[in-house]
């Protein structure tokens, strides 16, 4: 075990009877009469351990877990194998009285933390340029686990609206590369900001919704078993997901982690029976980008369109620009980010924008959210004025309004 993974506690604590999960013990540990305050964090708790189990094919690879309340915390939690350490108000909760916000909020930090038990415990990075992975996957393992615990809650549509904070800051000059080489210790706490958290998760969740779920998962799985009780570099990663599903995936990520920004996808009609994807890098200053106009990334888009019933196709687009074909003819509609999982910006061109308008029903409330926060962000850029941003709200307004 890694030596920044191993915690001692000690203090006027109390625990609470363990709660036999798989045979393992789960306990909350907290300050003295504050015992009450723990049944949500134990439910949490054993869901979380027992999807874990099953997700990644591994038992729990602790003997006992348990979570630990501290009153003055500076942290929002801490991973320590067995003995994860949380600030109170992350771990004790009144179900009867807090808000959705406040479960919610408990239930993405416990699942986080017990999410590092295996992707950050039983496999460490081998140094802290690979902290990011830790971070970005353990969020992305959060959503997923908050999500099969209470789907009512539609974590991912949330967590696609908090990812807009990550767009913000990385159309910036000052934008940095996710990952990036770490001499100090100052090196390693610049890692830990929205960049890692935001743009990091939605890099893993746009590729495996790109890859597949199950072919990502089992890429997952490869990359566990092979490195348990190991040290890694993130390509190890990527190798392994690359051997499970035959997809490019090294030179998929690291286009994306190496260097700082994102795209903006152009879609237009080709004339023909299909449609255009073109790239460049989006910025709200295009003077002050930061950097080459020569940059490029291997965006994994998945698009839909009126054809095919609205089956989505998963296109490649690993250069300037390619061509998508679509049978029966030019579409009347297309969504280049279908899921609205892609972290890229999409500028439709010439009728293409105002035929997804008024097919607005055809999309998810994150695809409609999605349409309308890029159009903004083209505002910002200077791509479209803000009468154009006004027009299409009243136009999306209005389509919904059909429904």
């Not at 239930?107 to 992707?119: K, N, P, R, Y």
């Not at 920004?261 to 080709?270: K, Y």
């Amino acid at each position: 075990m890694s030596t920044y993974l191993v915690a001692f506690v000690v203090g006027p604590m109390a625990a609470t009877a363990p709660v036999n999960v798989d045979g393992k013990p789960l306990r909350v540990v907290c300050p003295p009469g504050k015992e009450h305050l723990a049944d949500f964090a134990l439910e949490v708790g054993a869901f979380a351990l027992r999807y874990f189990t099953d997700w990644f094919g591994i038992v729990y690879p602790g003997d006992k877990l348990d979570l630990v309340a501290i009153p003055d915390f500076a942290f929002g939690a801490m991973e320590n194998l067995g003995c994860v350490t949380f600030r109170e108000r992350y771990l004790l909760v009144d179900p009867a009285t807090a808000t959705q916000s406040e479960l919610q909020a408990v239930v993405d930090v416990i699942a986080h933390e017990l999410a590092h038990m295996w992707f950050g415990d039983l496999v460490t990075m081998k140094w802290w340029n690979g902290i990011w992975l830790n971070e970005a996957f353990a969020t992305f393992m959060e959503m997923t686990c908050t999500d099969a615990f209470r789907p009512e809650w539609q974590r991912w549509v949330d967590f696609g609206l908090s990812r807009s904070a990550a767009f913000d800051t990385d159309a910036l000059a000052s934008t940095r590369p996710v990952e990036y080489p770490v001499v100090s210790p100052a090196d390693a706490d610049g890692m830990f900001d929205v960049l890692t958290y935001e743009k990091g998760a939605s890099v893993v969740r746009m590729l495996e919704q790109y890859l597949g779920a199950d072919r990502f998962k089992a890429g997952i799985r490869r990359y566990m078993a092979r490195h348990q009780y190991g040290n890694t570099e993130t390509s190890d990663l990527w190798d392994a997901l690359e051997a499970e599903t035959g997809e490019p995936v090294r030179r998929i990520a690291e286009s994306w982690i190496f260097q700082g920004g994102f795209p903006e996808v152009t879609v237009g009609l080709d004339g023909g029976a299909g449609v255009t994807l073109a790239q460049r890098r989006f910025a709200f200053d295009d003077g002050e980008a930061g950097g080459s106009e020569d940059e490029r990334w291997s965006v994994p888009v998945v698009v839909r369109h009126d054809g095919h019933g609205g089956d989505a196709q998963r296109v490649l687009l690993d250069g300037d620009s390619t061509a998508v074909a679509i049978d029966g003819g030019a579409p009347g509609w297309v969504n280049a980010n279908a899921g609205a999982h892609g972290f890229y910006r999409v500028r439709y061109t010439g009728a293409l924008l105002g035929g997804l308008l008024d097919h607005l029903s055809a999309l998810s409330p994150l695809e409609r959210y999605t349409v309308v926060d890029d159009a903004w962000a083209a505002v910002l850029s200077g791509s479209i004025t803000a009468a154009d941003f006004v027009a299409l709200v009243g136009r999306t307004d209005a389509a919904l309004k059909r429904r």
